[in-house]
């Protein structure tokens, strides 16, 4: 069974060494796009747009709607901007799923319902009045650095998107005229275009689309912006627009045009069409564009970032190792030679004018063209590397491995774990002012589970690897934060993943990393919450209301990924031998396939609390990780492979 998942595994590599996984699901990035290229005055190629038009089509629930995700209920949001995008496409606006379509959204207002970045696509469509639209004047740009609502503190896939956006909303920019946008100004709304009270619209959001309800400091931060808006001077504005394009040109120059993500690598391509007509800028965001492109079995979409490829990669290195097997020897060495060309070699260009954390040393959760390394990419990285290291086949230097640790030290926050791309820099009362609607957890870039966890296993490495590095305080510091951050059920919330299950892999592992034994207190409450939760069938299962309600919400069968995230936590926790581990064990054997796969399954993965995303290898990597460190037969006679997982048990529990 093990050698049939690692045979997968090793088939399913990119010529580069990589893994390239399909990581879509939001079903808002596709609208996005269609509704960029129109403004441009372009259309996707005919056969993109077959595929973008079946992929919607695949996923319009009974209802008439389309969720958030691929999984969600229906949201105004999501289904206006659909529709517009099937209409764009060339549907007709009497297509039976476009009539479900205005049946389901015109009683809830149309466009007039929909949470703030619909809105705000839609006024750049012409159809909605930027009138409608919550302020968002890029004069916030020209304000102190000093102050703690200045917008380069906030998380950055925040400041990203709202950077082009307040561009665009100083300048009122609006597509040109044509009779299909006339068309769907008819279609949309539940009373003529015309009497709209768009003042009122402002504030109206549809009860499917609120999960951050806007609050009285919100709605008082957007009072003054509004009377900002009508009294500003055309000379200020001026100069807000410029320094906006300037800070949208250092973002474009520093991910070579791909962007941090989809939605301001749209939005920053529509910038420069207004700002510069075919000059060179537009022409080098159309040349990545098609980087975000997804190709499934269910048609055409567009992934929430441009690939997921190191973050994969370092998984898949830790799961092939440790499965034990000579035959891994040369998928490994390619994976290595992968590691090592997109390690971030040189911090980004003007790094403190454009509001960016030194990025020498870090490793980005796709390619290193991308140009953000965050925290825990960088840390699996360099636990792939030194776990590929006694094995002479890590390619990465001792010295660019040393610069990797400094880059992860820099990033540890005061309460001692770690956020993404970079330290926290907002007080988190900034989450009130959250304008986004369907979105949690958006403005200020705090300390996770899951970062922290895995910067804190590789600085342990790190360690061991090199006797007497300082980075001992550090580790204590991250340590003492995952100590705090356990749920009295003896569970961890994750952020990036669903999600209890997910939060507690990694508040374990990073625990045993840390020197916690078995009987340790807070591993025996671990072990507790993971039984309490194990089915009757032996598995686990968590769907992705865990996240938006923020408690364990079970699903309807067991999961792959969930089971060998509980088994990969058991084990590290002492408990490779239990009753429980074997139930688990013995359902993930029976659910895979006689291929050496996993049936396609709920999606495993989240952003923002509540938008699902599809990691496509993580039914490949963890049941094999998981199994390889579960499967006694296997681990009678330890490999050089087992045995350099022995010698580092901070890897995610890899114990003997």
């Known amino acids: 069974m093990m050698q049939r998942a690692r045979d997968v595994l090793a088939r399913t590599q990119e010529a580069d060494g990589s893994w390239k996984g399909d990581y879509s699901g939001p079903l808002f990035l596709s609208p996005v796009y269609v509704a960029g290229l129109y403004v441009l005055g372009r259309a996707p190629d005919a056969r993109t747009r077959e595929g973008l038009v079946t992929y919607a089509r695949a996923h319009q629930n009974e209802d008439g709607g389309w969720g958030l995700d691929v999984e969600s209920p229906s949201l105004v949001f999501t289904t206006v901007l659909n529709y517009v995008a099937l209409r764009l496409l060339g549907v007709e606006a009497e297509d039976p799923g476009l009539i479900r379509a205005r049946d389901w959204f015109l009683p809830r207002g149309g466009p007039l319902g929909s949470g703030s970045w619909g809105k705000a696509v839609l006024a750049l469509l012409g159809l909605y009045e930027y009138d409608g639209l919550a302020p968002t004047p890029p004069e916030l740009w020209l304000l102190p650095r000093a102050l703690p609502f200045h917008p380069s503190r906030l998380w950055c896939h925040c400041r990203m998107v709202y950077l082009p956006m307040g561009w665009l909303y100083g300048r009122r920019a609006r597509a040109a005229e044509t009779p299909l946008l006339a068309e769907l100004r008819r279609e949309l709304y539940p009373l003529p275009y015309a009497d709209v009270d768009w003042k009122a619209a402002r504030n109206r959001v549809a009860a499917t689309d609120v999960y951050t309800p806007r609050g009285a400091w919100l709605r008082a931060v957007n009072r003054v912006l509004g009377l900002y808006e009508r009294l500003h001077s055309r000379r200020l504005r001026d100069r807000a627009l410029e320094e906006s394009l300037a800070q949208i040109r250092g973002e474009d120059e520093a991910t070579h045009f791909i962007c941090i993500g989809p939605i301001n690598k749209v939005l920053n391509t529509v910038v420069w069409h207004l700002a510069r007509p075919d000059g060179p800028e537009v022409r080098a965001h159309l040349e990545r564009l098609p980087d975000y492109l997804q190709r499934t079995p269910e048609g055409v979409t567009v992934n929430g970032y441009n690939s997921s490829q190191l973050w994969d990669t370092a998984f898949a290195v830790q799961a092939l190792v440790v499965s034990g097997q000579e035959e891994a020897r040369a998928t490994l060495a390619r994976a290595s030679r992968f590691l090592e060309s997109e390690q971030v070699l040189e911090d980004s260009p003007r790094a403190e004018r454009f509001h960016r954390h030194p990025s020498r040393g870090g490793w980005p959760f796709s390619t290193r063209a991308h140009g953000w390394p965050i925290s825990d990419c960088t840390a699996e990285a360099v636990k792939a590397c030194l776990l590929l290291e006694p094995l002479g086949l890590n390619r990465v230097p001792r010295e660019r491995l040393a610069q990797a640790v400094e880059f992860i030290l820099s990033l540890q926050n005061r309460d001692g774990g770690w956020a993404t791309y970079e330290r926290t820099r907002a007080p988190r009362w900034m989450e009130r002012f959250n304008?986004?609607?369907?979105?949690?957890?958006?403005?200020?870039?705090?300390?996770?589970?899951?970062?922290?966890?895995?910067?804190?296993?590789?600085?342990?490495?790190?360690?061991?690897?090199?006797?007497?590095?300082?980075?001992?305080?550090?580790?204590?510091?991250?340590?003492?934060?995952?100590?705090?951050?356990?749920?009295?059920?003896?569970?961890?919330?994750g952020s990036w993943g669903v999600c209890f299950s997910y939060g507690t892999w990694f508040g374990v592992t990073g625990l045993v990393a840390g020197g916690a034994r078995p009987g340790n207190p807070a591993l025996r409450q671990a072990v507790r919450f993971l039984e309490e939760h194990q089915r009757e069938d032996g598995a686990w299962s968590e769907t992705i209301q865990s996240c938006r309600e923020r408690r364990w919400v079970e699903g309807a069968t067991g999961h792959a990924v969930t089971t060998s995230w509980a088994l990969l936590s058991l084990v590290a926790a002492g408990e490779g031998d239990s009753e429980v581990t074997r139930r688990g064990v013995a359902w993930l054997r029976a659910r895979q396939g006689a291929d050496g796969r996993w049936p396609r399954e709920p999606e495993a993965g989240v952003f923002s609390r509540t938008c699902a995303i599809h990691y496509d290898t993580y039914l490949r990597i963890f049941p094999l990780w998981a199994l390889s460190l579960t499967g006694r037969e296997e681990h009678r006679v330890l490999s050089p492979y087992q045995e350099a997982a022995r010698r580092h048990p901070e890897f995610s529990g890899l114990t003997p």
């Open 435 to 493: 304008p986004s609607d369907v979105f949690s957890g958006v403005m200020v870039d705090v300390s996770y589970v899951e970062c922290t966890s895995a910067c804190v296993q590789a600085l342990i490495a790190w360690r061991r690897a090199r006797p007497g590095a300082p980075v001992g305080q550090a580790i204590a510091r991250g340590l003492d934060f995952l100590r705090r951050t356990q749920r009295p059920d003896g569970g961890w919330e």
